[in-house]
T-cell receptor
Framework: GQQLNQSPQSMFIQEGEDVSMNCTSS?????WLWYKQDPGEGPVLLIA?????ELTSNGRLTAQFGITRKDSFLNISASIPSDVGIYFC???????????FGPGTSLSVIP | SAVISQKPSRDICQRGTSLTIQCQVD?????MFWYRQQPGQSLTLIAT?????????ESGFVIDKFPISRPNLTFSTLTVSNMSPEDSSIYLC??????????FGEGSRLTVL
């Protein structure tokens, strides 16, 4: 079945550092999404990407939709303690299709 | 955006019993999905809740074990039937309008003894 891979699995960074994580798939997706989940909460949408090559920002977060439609990247600049959490990429083939989630990247920020 | 409320937020259940989780959205959404998240894991899609018709289940999930209803555009239920300890998990309801922009409830944390 469809599967997404995320790397790295976990990261420990110093406050103020920039962070990069990525998501790959063997299948083409027409929508890529990035969610963040805090402990005890449901995932919250950070960025949605709808077009190959698209680069979208949301504050200190920037995400890109890979040209091949098989990957996406998320960057966080100048990390702060509240960036701690699990970041999930997700993909969708068509607008009304199911949304598949990657395994997640766990981010820890050391003050 | 949409606000999604789930209840119960958590429960401890006995083996062999069934529990129904309710999901209420504060506005009409096109899509509603039920996910399972086992401890330390990602979200696994159980099924798509279809308004007024049978849900569409993913591989490995069956209607007898996880019956789902969606009588209207803002409400859905998921029942976990004949529970075993392996069903201990967080069950998340989600809803969305456009594309994959889903909104999630806080989840229902089930512990089966």
């Amino acid at each position: 079945g469809q599967q997404l891979n995320q790397s790295p699995q976990s990261m420990f960074i110093q406050e103020g550092e920039d962070v990069s994580m990525n998501c790959t798939s063997s299948s083409i997706f027409n929508t890529w999404l990035w969610y963040k989940q805090d402990p005890g909460e449901g995932p919250v949408l950070l960025i949605a990407l709808y077009k190959a090559g698209e680069l979208t920002s949301n504050g200190r977060l920037t995400a890109q939709f890979g040209i091949t439609r098989k990957d996406s990247f998320l960057n966080i600049s100048a990390s702060i303690p509240s960036d701690v959490g699990i970041y999930f990429c997700a993909g969708q083939k068509t607008s009304y299709d199911k949304v598949i989630f990657g395994p997640g990247t766990s981010l820890s920020v050391i003050p | 955006s949409a606000v999604i409320s789930q209840k119960p937020s958590r429960d401890i259940c006995q083996r062999g019993t069934s529990l129904t989780i309710q999901c209420q959205v504060d506005s009409q959404v096109t899509m509603m999905f039920w996910y399972r998240q086992q401890p330390g894991q990602s979200l696994t899609l159980i099924a798509t809740a279809n308004q007024g018709s049978e849900a569409t289940y993913e591989s490995g999930f069956v209607i007898d074990k996880f019956p789902i209803s969606r009588p209207n555009l803002t409400f859905s239920t998921l029942t976990v039937s004949n529970m075993s300890p392996e069903d201990s998990s967080i069950y998340l309801c989600s809803g969305g309008l456009r594309g994959g922009e889903l909104f999630f409830g806080e989840g229902s944390r089930l512990t089966v003894l």
